[in-house]
């Protein structure tokens, strides 16, 4: 099995045919790691999240324990809201990126722990302040928006708080 080619027909939605080649290497070898990897990311694209950490926590047990399995099954129990298991594996990640941060961010702010949340989302900030911007706008166009719980008025207030974000960079406070 070519890792980078199964990868890039997952990245182009070619499924089925990711699928096909991942099935057909665990069939003729259960301890492949990678593959279970590679199995759980077709799993992700496809919102199956149970089915992600299950292939994930397969590839886990068979020795693969990297920042790319970390990440996933971050994202997978975190799209569950299975924040409480989100969160050790975003944590556990050796080399963070913004996302990372930002993900933490997000899962201690759900959990009501706006102290740490603040820290990990000003550390996404301090790394990448525009990709942060977006972030926050895909989190409140996928969470606040379509809310009934906040008013369109508190609606309108935080989308120009996010467009004016600003925070001094680290080193500059």
Known sequence: MDQANVIELINRGKLDSAESIINETIKMNRSNPDAWFL???VS???????????????????????????????YSYFS??????????FSDIRKKGV??????GVAYLMLNDPISSKEYIRSAYNMDDERTKEL????????????????DKEKKALVEKINALAWPKKGRE
């Open 44 to 74: 992700i694209s496809r919102r199956n999240y149970e089915g992600a950490i299950e292939s994930l926590m397969q590839s886990k047990s068979l020795g693969r324990n990297d920042d790319d399995v970390k990440r996933s099954l971050g």
């Open 136 to 151: 926050m706008k895909l989190f409140y166009v996928s969470f606040i928006h379509p809310s009934d719980l906040v008013s």
């Open 80 to 89: 569950l809201f299975k924040l409480d298991e989100s969160i050790p594996n």
């Open 99 to 104: 996302d990372d941060f930002f993900m933490l």
């Open 39 to 41: 199995k759980g990311l």
